[in-house]
């Protein structure tokens, strides 16, 4: 329950799409994916535009079908992402939805960033979280699979290469899961 990578610059208002064009991580995977095309995939809802390196769910598939299969692993491990924003939100209370952190942006930023770092030493020093009686409900994160919006931006002849490539390389997740 590790966070590899924090992005704290931006309001929880702003669209996740909006912050993911906007990050530093985007262009590194990019160049990653270039490097290593088969390497690694990292998970998005489907805000996020599907990536050869940026697997996102389906939002249409039949019952009984290695796409149910497949959308199915990836909710299993959407939930533990979950669980990970959970237990730092249980650890530092002052993230909490209703704890709203009246701070200056930047200041708001730092607070947010040296809470992950904590909660990393925590799990990397095996130090477990203890519960308190009176711990106040953490606010469910939303991690459902809405329609997809379609924010592809297709080049002049209006195929965008990118979604091909995250199209044919969600196939082959597809088929390797439908085979385990």
Known sequence: MRIINVSALFPGSVNDA???N???LEPILREINNHYPEGFYLL???GYPLRPWLMTPLTQ????TPEERYNHKFKYVRSLIERCIGLLKMRFRC???HRILHYSPVKACKIVNACTILHNIC???NIQFQRDDEIEEVEEIDLE???AV???LGNRQGINEELLAGRRMQRRVIRYISYE
């Open 18 to 20: 909006y912050i993911w």
């Open 22 to 24: 906007n990050s530093q």
């Open 44 to 46: 998005g809802d489907s």
């Open 61 to 64: 598939y039949q019952p009984n």
């Open 95 to 97: 993230l909490l939805k």
């Open 123 to 125: 799990i990397q020093n």
């Open 145 to 147: 699979m809405f329609e």
């Open 150 to 152: 379609d924010n592809e």
